[in-house]
């Protein structure tokens, strides 16, 4: 076919012409019967395949992805996100605060015991259990406390 | 994708959801087979959630799902793994037959609407693998020129000329097929 415009009947029927394009398609359709032929066999075939069938994928294609998908190893970011999400993070500072206000006590006040690290440590968390307990000053909340309590379960499940 | 990247499964099956169907049909397009269409279903989406955080939003997620699905299909393809094969058998005047059945219809439409689908798949394996790619996306998934484009990182003038070529070809195998099954000879079949 000589006609440059029959390039463009497939983009006309799939109304991707812009409108100046689309006219000049028009107006020589109107005068080229070849063109008129193939643009009618185009519109025809396009009807045709609107009306194929489509695949229909089986259900358990998603069974099958999805356990694929589950069997792969977490993202760094998840495993990441496990270790530093709120939760987890507030009461292990609190419980590192906690420890280096007892060393500091321990420090402090180990001169006087005839058994500075067993003697010290007993008396240092006797002396101070009321800022151990009190569980505002090292940013521990009942929650956190639950969780302080299962850290090593919180710990297991974080780890890759 | 976001959450899909972070590794949130829900999220990602949400999205297998809204998504599978095409990226099924158009791998289907591609091989010319259910089973093979599944397996790459299965793997464009696998490796999709693994690579979910090449994801941009600047992107529109359906032309960045597809242009995974279109490499995926044209590198299994070229590597061999899944040969195109055609499908469609021939009777001994040459007429497509053993498609499977579309929707259920009269016996004389179903017989007839398998003929065409085999046609027509026998007319897309003979495309080169840009034209049946920017075909399927365009008659089948309903894209546009410009997100065609995308996917095949090509122009869209580009795209204009290969999906007139490729519907052109469609058209034309179409065409002698219903002139055959018009035929004398057919009818007395």
């Not at chain 1, 694929?68 to 419980?95: D, H, I, K």
């Not at chain 2, 021939?90 to 579309?102: T, Y």
Request: hydrophobic share 40%; with cysteine.
């Amino acid at each position: 076919m000589s006609c440059t415009v029959e390039d463009d009947l497939t983009a006309y029927l799939d109304g991707e012409l812009s409108v100046v394009e689309a006219a000049r398609v028009r107006t020589h359709l109107a005068s080229c019967a070849e063109c008129r032929a193939t643009e009618m066999l185009l519109r025809r075939t396009l009807t045709e395949l609107a009306a194929l069938p489509a695949f229909e994928p089986s259900a358990g294609l998603r069974r099958r992805v999805l356990s694929e998908v589950e069997a792969l190893p977490r993202p760094w970011r998840e495993r990441l996100g496990s270790w530093f999400r709120p939760g987890l993070l507030a009461p292990v500072a609190g419980v590192a605060i906690a420890g280096a206000v007892a060393l500091l006590v321990v420090g402090t006040h180990g001169h006087r015991s005839s058994n500075p690290l067993a003697r010290g440590t007993e008396l240092a968390v006797a002396e101070n259990y009321d800022l151990l307990t009190d569980y505002e000053v090292v940013g521990l909340s009942p929650e956190d406390l639950e969780v302080v309590e299962h850290l090593d379960q919180l710990s297991k499940e974080g780890r890759p | 994708m976001e959450r899909v990247a972070a590794g949130d499964t829900a999220a990602f099956a949400a999205l297998y959801d809204r998504h599978h169907r095409s990226v099924a049909r158009f791998a289907h397009r591609f091989v010319q087979d259910a089973g093979k269409a599944e397996e790459l279903t299965q793997d464009i989406f696998v490796k999709l959630y693994r690579h979910a955080g090449r994801y941009r939003a600047t992107a529109r997620f359906k032309t960045f799902l597809f242009r995974v699905a279109a490499n995926h299909c044209l590198n299994e393809v070229r590597r061999g793994e899944y040969r195109v094969t055609h499908v469609c058998q021939h009777d001994e005047e040459g007429r497509p037959v053993e498609m499977p059945a579309p929707e259920a219809q009269s016996p004389e439409r179903a017989v007839e609407g398998r003929e065409l689908e085999a046609t027509v798949a026998d007319a897309l394996q003979r495309l080169s693998e840009r034209e049946r790619t920017a075909f399927a996306l365009c008659r089948f998934e309903g894209m546009s020129y410009r997100d065609i484009a995308e996917v095949l990182s090509a122009s869209e003038a580009a795209v204009k000329s290969l999906i007139h070529r490729a519907t052109l070809s469609v058209a034309k195998a179409v065409e002698a097929w219903q002139a055959g099954a018009s035929s004398p000879a057919r009818s007395e079949a």
